[in-house]
Structures are given as C-alpha cells and as structure tokens.
C-alpha cells in the first residue's frame, strides 16, 4: 500500500488521493453560474489531474491501482453526484474530463461489482440528473456517456428499465437537435440488447405498452428516427432470447401491414431494414392464420414487387434471403375459412404499400 500511495503521488502532482479529492469538491462547491474564471479554472485543473492519475497521459502510464483508489474516496465523499449536478456549469474541456472519470468510476470492476455502481445504486437520482441532461445540448453527450456506463450493470440498467425513465426515451430520440438524439438513441439501444436475459423479461411484461411506443417511432416522420427503430426491431427480433417476444410480434396482422408499408418507403435503406423484419414473419414456420391470409391474398403484388426489390444490391446473403422468401410466399395455400379478408391485406386503403 506505502508503494502504491506513493505512485499516486506522483501521478497527481504530489497530492494523495483523498487531497485531490478533497480539493475538486472544494472547487465544484464554488462554481456557479456566476463564478470566476479563476474558480473555473481551478476545477478545470484538479479534474484534469484527477483524469491522468487515472488513465494517465503521454507521460504518465495508466494506473488501475490509482483508479480504484481515487474511485473509492470519490464514492466516499459523494464527487459522482456533485460532478452530475455541477456538470453544466463547467468549461468544454472539463466537462468531457468529469465524463471520462466519473465513466471509469462507474465501469470499474470488484467482485459483483464495482464502488462506482454502489454508489449510483444507493444513489439512483444520479440516474436520472443524467437522463435530464438531454435536454441541455451542451453536455447532452456528456451525461449521455457517463448513462451508457451506468447500464453496462444490470442492476442499474434494471433501474432505468422498470422505472419511469424509460417510457421518456420515446421523446428523446425525436429531438429535432440530430446530435442529442443519435446520442439517446445510442443509449436506448444499450439497454435493449447488452442485458439479454433482463430485457427478454421486460419485453414480456411489458409488451403490449412497449410496442404501441415503438410502432410510433417506426412511423416517425424523422427519417434517422425510422430507420435506427426498424434496424433495432430486427435485431431484437432475431435474437434468441427474445423469441417469445417476436412469436407474439410475428403474429399480429398489424405489424405485418406495417412492415409491408415501410417495404415501399421512398428511402431505400429503409425498405432493405424492413425486409429483414418482414422476412421474419414469412419465414415463421408457425404463422397465424391472420398472416397467412394477407400473404396468400397479396401473394401476386408481393412476389412481383419482391422479384425487383433491391436487384443491385451486391450481398449474397441477402440475395439467397429474398429466394427463399419469395418461394415461401409462393408455396402458401389459401385456407379454407380465412380468419381475415383480403380488403385488409395490401389493398387495404392506407395501409397499402403497393399503391402508386
């Protein structure tokens, strides 16, 4: 322990962990919107510090020994919080160095988890000061990392899901502000794919709410806004943890139509993410007679349209995808009571993609 305090020392400019600490909350406690430039500088330095003490610099080799000690006194003297609530009072370059250790705080490891992550579970409010940080452009990106390596543990991932955050996702990745909104779409997208078995739980629960919030966002006038959700669904689909999840979906006549919908979007790259999500439905082995029925009622205007969709396109794989939807669709045999009609398959008004 004397050697690696020592290290520390040099590595913070002859300041222990819990000095520098010490001195950075000391610092933030003085900033507001009306402190000096040399108030803002100050900060700006110990934090600068704090950062090479832990991933070090082009002369100060990083330190995980440095890191988990800073971490742990940070955690003790509750510098997470403050950093959260001070953030967007601080300078540009401060700002990206409070983000990049409060990130190594929170993804530090040790045993289940790490000092970072107690500290955000017994303090969950954190969670959400970074989510309201969307709404504040200059430091949207900010709190937007730092979120993402919260949710990297399921517990707090857990968290954002089941409580009221995360309905507020469905609003933040529409914001007109295209930076703010990739960004929250990044971290949305984190907490569906990274916990499988978490999220496999969640969508099941909580389908019927879940997907009515989705399907507005696959019929968004916002063109990255469509494309990032079909490209989403398709991945969520097809993974096999959610399975049950995408028999249900696969099932519903209404997400057909819809799929069949975005099948003839004028963007291109949108009708090729909405291939894959359609091919899901017709290559179900176990479809609906709901979904047999539009396929079989549409089966014409489907095979004709599918025989030139996206012929330049050079991806084998997809191009053996699209021969076996094409011949399943053109093996399927009407039924002999349909469950639906045929007026609510492609033909059916609105929801017709193949209309002029």
Not at 62 to 75: G, H
Request: net charge neutral; glycine share 4%; aromatic share 8%.
């Amino acid at each position: 322990m004397a050697s690696l305090l020592k290290k520390v020392l040099h590595q913070t400019g002859s300041r222990t962990p819990q000095d520098l600490v010490s001195r950075l909350c000391l610092a933030l406690d003085k900033i507001s919107e009306s402190s000096t430039d040399k108030q803002q500088e100050d900060a700006a330095k110990l934090l600068y510090q704090m950062k090479v003490a832990i991933f070090g610099d082009g002369e100060v080799e990083p330190s995980k020994d440095n890191a988990v000690l800073i971490c742990m006194e940070m955690c003790k003297c509750g510098l997470p919080k403050l950093l959260a609530m001070k953030l967007a009072l601080l300078d540009f370059e401060a700002r990206k160095d409070a983000a990049q250790v409060c990130g190594a705080i929170f993804r530090m490891d040790s045993n289940a988890n790490g000092p970072g992550v107690r500290y955000v579970w017994e303090h969950p409010e954190i969670l959400d000061m970074l989510f309201q940080g969307y709404s504040n452009p200059a430091i949207a990106l900010n709190c937007g990392s730092m979120l993402r390596d919260c949710v990297r543990d399921e517990n707090l991932a857990r968290l954002v899901l089941e409580g009221p955050l995360f309905a507020e996702f469905f609003e933040k990745v529409e914001v007109t502000n295209f930076e703010v909104a990739s960004d929250a779409f990044a971290t949305f997208k984190d907490l569906l794919t990274r916990h499988k078995a978490l999220v496999a739980c969640f969508l099941a629960s909580n389908y019927d709410k879940f997907f009515a919030q989705y399907t507005r966002l696959l019929q968004s006038t916002n063109y990255v806004t469509r494309r990032q959700s079909l490209k989403l669904l398709g991945e969520l689909l097809l993974d096999r943890a959610n399975v049950k999840v995408m028999m249900r979906y696969v099932g519903d006549p209404a997400n057909l139509k819809l799929m069949m919908i975005l099948l003839k979007d004028s963007s291109r790259s949108i009708q090729f993410e909405a291939f894959h999500v359609f091919k899901v439905f017709v290559a179900n082995p176990n479809k609906t007679p709901a979904i047999v029925t539009i396929l079989v009622s549409n089966r014409d205007k489907l095979l004709k349209y599918l025989g030139d969709f996206h012929t330049d396109k050079d991806d084998e794989q997809f191009k053996e995808e699209k021969a076996v939807i094409i011949k399943e669709i053109s093996l399927l045999q009407p039924l002999e009571r349909p469950s639906v009609s045929a007026d609510e398959g492609l033909d059916a008004g609105p929801f017709s993609p193949m209309s002029p």
